[in-house]
Structure formats: C-alpha cells, structure tokens
C-alpha cells in the first residue's frame, strides 16, 4: 500500500508543493513546527534514510538544500534547521525548518496555525525560486 507520502507526490491529496524533480518532491508541512516548515522525500519509497543507497541519500540533501535556500530568502529566520526523525510516516523525510533558537525544532511543541492562503502564497514564492536557481 502506498505511503501517504507517495500518495501526495501522485496527486492524490493536496499538498503546498514547493519543488519537484524525477527523484524527489518538497512541500509545507501542514502542522508546521514554524512557517516554512518543509519536508523533502525521495519519490522512491524508502522507510529509512539510512537504507537508502548512498547516491539516492546524496541527491535527496543536495534537493534539500536548494528548498532551503529558497526558504530562507522567503521566511525570516536564523537558519533553516534540519532534522529526520523517521518514525511518523513510514517513508524517508527531512523536515527543514526556518529557526531562530534551538526551541524553535522541538517536535512535543504544538504545531503553529498558518492560514491556507499564507500557506499557498508562501508555496508559490518558494517554488519560483526552487525553479529559478
């Protein structure tokens, strides 16, 4: 059975998306620890980072990376925060999240109400410069 993960990337439920190449997808997160909370997966399913082949794990940070520098331009941060936990959904995740202190990436903190059409206009701003860079 799919991951609810692969069943964004197909389309299947709405998702803020932010970039898209043939092996990976980055949206919002919709319980965001902070706005621009984003999370990056590869396409392929994989249930832990760490399985994951070393040329597949090495594109999915370099993808990252190019989400998070567009983040930062668009969300007032410190820095954007990376973590992957991997116990939420059984598909290889990594959060990116816009920081300011080391609180800011505390995952027991309820998560901040960002309104839909924040949500969007921020999706959009990011996804142009994922594409432009």
Same mark, same amino acid.
């Given at each position: *059975?799919?991951?609810?993960?692969? &069943? /964004?990337?197909? +389309?299947? /439920? %709405?998702?803020?998306?932010?970039?898209?190449?043939?092996?990976?997808?980055?949206?919002?997160? /919709?319980?965001?620890?902070?706005?621009?909370?984003?999370? @990056?997966?590869?396409?392929?399913?994989?249930?832990?980072?760490? &399985? *994951?082949?070393?040329?597949?794990?090495? +594109?999915?940070?370099?993808?990252?990376?190019? @989400?998070?520098?567009?983040?930062?331009?668009?969300?007032?941060?410190?820095?954007?925060?990376?973590?992957?936990?991997?116990?939420?959904? %059984? #598909?290889?995740?990594? #959060?990116?999240?816009?920081?300011?202190?080391?609180?800011?990436?505390?995952?027991?903190? %309820? %998560? @901040?109400?960002?309104?839909?059409?924040?949500?969007?206009?921020?999706? *959009? &701003?990011?996804?142009?410069?994922?594409? +432009?860079?």
């Amino acid at each position: *059975m799919a991951t609810l993960f692969t &069943r /964004i990337i197909e +389309g299947e /439920i %709405p998702c803020y998306k932010l970039a898209e190449d043939q092996h990976y997808f980055a949206f919002l997160d /919709i319980r965001p620890l902070t706005k621009g909370h984003a999370l @990056v997966i590869p396409k392929q399913e994989s249930d832990y980072i760490f &399985r *994951m082949d070393d040329q597949a794990l090495s +594109g999915l940070m370099v993808f990252a990376k190019r @989400v998070a520098l567009a983040l930062e331009q668009e969300v007032s941060c410190a820095r954007i925060g990376v973590a992957v936990i991997g116990l939420e959904v %059984p #598909h290889t995740h990594v #959060h990116l999240v816009p920081i300011n202190e080391v609180g800011d990436i505390n995952f027991k903190k %309820p %998560p @901040v109400d960002v309104a839909p059409a924040e949500m969007e206009d921020l999706a *959009m &701003r990011v996804a142009q410069r994922c594409s +432009g860079q």
